[in-house]
């Protein structure tokens, strides 16, 4: 099943990859956004492994309706869900070597290209979503996000991904000492596994998939997310005490590869741009929607949520982990500085 999974993703980037060199050539479609037209446009791939009914894969579609409405039909933006071109490491990689042109990814996933975005798997940066939004919103965030070109990418806007809390089979979560020893599945991602070990607690990185059974039979005590994998995922099934420790408020990123930007006039840059940040604003408004119906139909699973949360203790347990890492990368320390400077 593996190999096959492997096979249908390779021969997608196989015929992605001779479009783009058929691309060349003057027939088979513009090569920039300058020589574009309705009758051939400029077309754009994007890839996702979210699936096609999440919030942010809607937003994306919107996103790309929005391009070729504000385009004239000029540019197009193709998008490949579902996984269909790989995880995210794999598809990262493809941007860089100008297979597909733009990726939605979990911002600390570009950390492997620079080391700044280890920043948002850090925890306690932010004290509430109003907050993060301001930050996120920041004409100093814009500017971050323009400033990795030379790294061969550049970030086009951000979506929420909600707090993150840990979840468990039955264990409540209100203080450090609480995660003492139990098994909690991470994402892969080293600032993941950091701050957890950092609390006492067991990181195991797993795949998500591998998570609703984990949970079932005991092989792990919890693992943690937003709300929405209560209902969207089923663990609500397996894991009946949701703590609301909001301990990272991680970014989904709409990155664009630098050859690709370089591809488009100013006027066109300016309008993927426009066309992205709209996108955030809408899917701004229908995540909070989503989490109040995952809430709710949580509850009625018989998912407790715990509310009473030492948050400064849990704060204080992790600031080592946030100080290492700005002391380890200067990238970090900078984009700290902005979130601070965004928060006053």
Known sequence: MRNRLISGISGIVALILVAAVGACAPTSGA???VEATPQNPLVLTLANNLG??????????????????????????????????GDEPDVLGQ?????????????PGLATYDPGY?????????????????????????????????????????????????????????????????????????SQTDFVGALGAAPVVMAFGD?????????IDGAESNETVLT?????????????????????????????????????????SEAARASTERQKVAWAKRIEE???????????????VDTEAFRKA??????????????VAQLLSVIESGRN
């Open 31 to 33: 090569r920039t956004s």
């Open 52 to 85: 096609d009914d999440h919030v942010t894969s809607q937003a994306l579609a919107s996103f790309a309706e929005d391009v070729e409405r504000r385009s004239g039909g000029r540019i197009v933006v193709k998008i490949y869900g579902n996984g269909q071109l």
């Open 95 to 107: 941007l860089h070597e100008g297979i597909v042109d733009m990726t939605r990814v979990s911002a």
């Open 118 to 190: 280890h920043t948002f798997g850090l925890p306690y940066l932010f004290d509430s979503e109003r907050e993060f939004h301001e930050v996120m919103d920041s004409p100093e965030m814009a500017e971050y996000f323009r400033s990795t070109a030379d790294k061969g990418f550049l970030g086009l806007t951000y979506y929420s991904s909600g707090a993150r809390s840990f979840y468990t089979r039955g264990t409540p979560v209100r203080k450090p000492a609480d995660l003492r020893g139990l098994k909690l599945r991470v994402q892969d991602m080293r």
């Open 211 to 219: 998570t609703y059974t984990s949970l079932q039979t005991g092989l």
């Open 232 to 272: 969207d995922s089923a663990h609500g099934e397996v894991s009946k005490v949701f703590s609301m420790t909001e301990h990272t408020w991680i970014p989904d990123m709409l990155v664009i590869g630098t050859e690709t930007w370089d591809r488009l006039s100013p006027a066109d840059a300016k309008l993927l």
């Open 294 to 308: 995952s809430v709710a139909e949580a509850k009625e699973m018989g998912v407790r949520f715990v509310t009473d």
């Open 318 to 331: 992790t600031r080592p982990v946030v100080d290492r890492y700005a002391a380890q990368y200067p990238e």
